[in-house]
Structure formats: C-alpha cells, structure tokens
C-alpha cells in the first residue's frame, strides 16, 4: 500500500501556524462579539473587587439637613452637599428623583452631605469626592446575597456629637502619603498632598424600615462577618471618600460640627431602583470592580 510522504519539517511548522492563527481569529472574533454585551461571561481580565463607584462633584452649602431636621431651614451646622442639586431642609424622595445631579453617573439623583470643612474659618470644598459602593468586610456568601438599597433609604453614619477620638469611627489620612498614619482626628499632610477623609457606612439593613429615630438603628454593621440576625439583608457598603485641597499643620481646621473625630455622613437614596438593581446583580455579587457606568473596568 503507498503512503503519503512525511511532511517536512517546514510543511508541518506551517500547519501548525496556520491552525493557530485561525484558532486566534476565532477567539478575537469571540472577545470582539460580547465585550459590549451585558450579559457577557466576565473575562479573565476582570479585576475582583465588589465595587462601583458614583464620584459627585460639590453642589451647594446649607444648614440644612432634610434628615436630621425635616422641614427647619437654619436649624443645623452647615453642610455641604453633593449629588442632588435641590437638597433643602424641606427635601422629600420626589423632590430627588425629580432632580439633576452632580454626580458621575448623572442617573445617581441620591443627596450625599457632610458638615463643611473650615480652614482659618473659610470653607474648603472637596476636590474630590467619591461615594464608592461596595461588598467586602462580610463572608463571601454575604456579598454574593447582597441586595440593593432600597428607594427612599434615609441613612446617617458617624458621630457628630463625638467628645474624643473614641466616640467616632471617621478616618483621616493623606493622599499620596502612606507614611502619615491615619487618625479619627486630622493629620499633618505634607506639601503637595491632601487631607482624606474616610468614613463607612453600615450595610446590614433590618428589612423593614427607610428611617429610624436615630436615624441609624435600622442598619447595622457586621458582626464576625456575618450580618446580625437583627438586621438579616445584606446591602452594598457605602464608603465615603473626601479629599480636601489642603495640607499642613492642622490647627486651623475644623468642621462645623467641631473637631475632624465628629466627621459624619448622611445618605438620602435616590438611585432608580432597575439601575441599583443591575449594578448590585452585576458588580457586588460577581466581586467585579466597575466604573461609574457600572460596568466591568
């Protein structure tokens, strides 16, 4: 019986590349057709961190808080306001989800503040100012249940009326300046950094209630990981990032509420619910980092 002649040695390398050249048209031509779907497996490129991310430019300044003091203009220290541009004491859930933002997503109608910053007794507005949602300080099996906040969500978090360091949970640190360790209390950034205020928010929610008298007690926060059977749903951690466009000695700062340790945070949630949804189904859940789009970085 004849048989074919063996392939020489440049024959086969030939073969060879041209296999695999067609197996890698074929992959690009994959990658090219679900890069842009939503419903695209995640690639091996994904970045595995819960989070997305809504950064909110400074809107306007008031001592009013539609939280703490509904319907009494003046009746509060002075705030600074991010996201919603309408936020007044008088601010209702409709008021919002009829507003324009300031933030990245513009869909993100949420009213973000905090008490105002002085320096020398003149107001210092953050440069930066990101509200970062997230799924982490909890069991994975926790992230992976997280669910959206709900619409309407009321939220307050840190201590206003803190006396000392011990009565708060604020952060403060320096960008771009690792070795100034944090503090509950302003730090001494060097030249050419800026002072950073951290501040997270509870995420296991009772399941029940928009607001509570505290304006706290119907979240809580982790408990060994696992949400308190007091406060059994899960929802996305709300960090609150600040950079302020000052450094240096730090006697001259503080905020209206008083020294840096009373730093606090109010949240009014107007985010439309399909949109958190999504976000949460496809951010939080998978451990994807996305941006402020909310989709795959």
């Known amino acids: 019986m004849d048989r074919a002649a063996p392939l020489s040695g440049t024959h086969r390398r030939l073969r060879i590349a041209t296999a695999v050249g067609a197996l890698l ?7 090219v057709s679900t890069n842009g779907r939503a419903d695209a497996a995640p690639g091996a490129n994904v970045i595995r961190v819960a989070e997305f991310p ?20 003046g009746a509060s220290h002075m705030h600074s306001f991010f996201g919603s541009r309408v936020t007044n004491a008088h601010t209702t859930l409709p008021d919002l ?9 513009q869909v993100d109608v949420s009213s973000y503040w905090t008490p ?23 069991r ?13 969500l009321r939220l307050v978090a840190g201590n206003a009326k803190a006396t000392g360091p011990n009565d708060s949970i604020a952060r403060w640190s320096c960008l ?16 050419g950094t800026m002072l950073e205020s951290y501040l997270d928010f509870p995420q296991c ?12 007690s119907h979240l809580a926060y982790p408990v060994n990981q696992a949400c308190p059977a007091t406060h059994p749903v899960p929802v996305p951690k709300l960090r609150q990032v600040l950079r302020y466009p000052v450094n240096g000695n730090p006697a001259a700062f503080r905020l209206a509420s008083g020294p840096g340790y009373t730093m606090h945070g109010d949240f009014f949630n107007a985010w439309p619910v399909a949109e958190m949804a999504r976000r949460v189904q496809d951010c939080i859940r998978p451990v994807i980092k996305c941006g402020a789009d909310g989709r795959p970085i």
């Open 25 to 31: 048209l074929l992959l690009g031509t994959y990658l």
């Open 54 to 73: 809504a950064d909110c430019t400074y809107s306007h300044r008031l001592p009013d808080d539609p939280i703490i003091f509904p319907g009494l203009p």
């Open 97 to 105: 989800v009829n507003s324009t933002s300031t933030c990245n997503p």
């Open 116 to 138: 105002t910053l002085y320096n020398n007794n003149v107001p210092v507005e953050p440069a930066i100012a990101t509200f970062y949602y997230l799924g982490e300080g909890v």
């Open 140 to 152: 994975a099996d926790v992230v992976a249940n997280t669910q959206p906040f709900p619409l309407g």
């Open 176 to 191: 771009h300046a690792g070795q100034v360790p944090p503090s509950k209390d302003f730090v001494t950034c060097p030249a």
């Open 205 to 216: 929610w009772n399941g029940r209630d928009l607001d509570s008298p505290d304006h706290k």
